[in-house]
């Protein structure tokens, strides 16, 4: 269809950096032909976005790029999470099952119906979520290629209060979560980030959300490829919900970029 935007971006970054900032849920846009598959009225689904968007994460990737002094790679995703979510198992091995939120969603952060009973997935995993999925594989294999390892930085946000779709939401909320994986989290990157996100308040491990986003082909196999999650609490940025970004972002930013550069050595 015409009015399909890209899935997706790879923005190039320096050819001798490792790292791949990866953006999932910054986005609202939401194809056309998808959506008709959402039971939610016009103005229902403007609340959903609010609340499920990682909002301006994309423009904190970006600035943190600009002040890196190795520009970093960035793979973003261009479409809103509630068409797919890209970081999301396709399969039963997805927890998020349990509420609605496997790869295609079908019921809301509050727990509402988002797509009827019996919704088949299939045709919205073929079309967004396996190319999605390859071309994020690739990205890693071409830096791997290039550099001899990859280093990928998650960039999201999450609510200040919990909402009711979360499964451990009743855990510590700091200004920045750091998710990580027992195989993939090398200690030096998790104390670069801390020190990085210092001057942005507490940083926490793995609470409200834990682990990393490792491409399958590589997941627990290759070493070289590491990974950390950094989510930013969004009070700390922005106006709740989905509401403009303040004078936070930049400090953000600047602290992310900081990341990077440690990253890159």
């Known amino acids: 269809m015409t009015d399909v935007p890209p899935s997706f971006e790879l923005l190039p970054g320096a050819a001798d950096s490792p790292v791949i900032l990866h953006v999932p849920h910054s986005a609202r846009e939401i194809p056309a032909e998808v959506r008709p598959g959402i039971v939610l009225g016009d103005a229902e689904l403007e609340r959903e976005l609010d609340h499920i968007t990682d909002a301006h994460t994309a423009e904190i990737a970006e600035a943190a790029a600009a002040a890196a002094g190795i520009t970093p790679w960035r793979f973003v995703n261009r479409l809103s999470r509630l068409v797919v979510d890209p970081e999301r198992f396709p399969d039963e091995r997805e927890e998020m099952l349990a509420v609605g939120m496997g790869a295609v969603y079908t019921r809301t952060t509050h727990k509402d119906v988002l797509r009827p009973d019996g919704f088949d997935p299939e045709p919205l995993i073929a079309r967004y979520f396996a190319p999605y999925a390859q071309a994020m594989t690739e990205a890693v294999a071409d830096r791997l290629a290039a550099t001899g390892r990859a280093v990928i930085i998650d960039v999201h946000s999450y609510p200040s209060a919990p909402l009711p779709y979360e499964l451990h939401g009743e855990g510590p909320r700091p200004a920045v ?83 990077v550069d440690a990253a890159s050595r």
Request: with cysteine; proline share 7%; glycine share 14%.
């Open 177 to 259: 979560c750091l998710g990580t994986d027992s195989f993939h989290t090398p200690p030096a990157l998790l104390t670069a980030a801390r020190e990085a996100f210092a001057a942005c308040g507490e940083t926490g491990l793995d609470s409200p959300f834990a682990g990393t986003y490792v491409p399958l082909e590589f997941y627990g196999k290759r070493a070289e490829v590491s990974a950390l999650m950094v989510e930013i609490r969004r009070d700390t940025y922005m106006t709740e919900p989905g509401g403009p970004a303040g004078r936070g972002l930049s400090r953000l930013a600047g602290a992310l970029g900081a990341l």
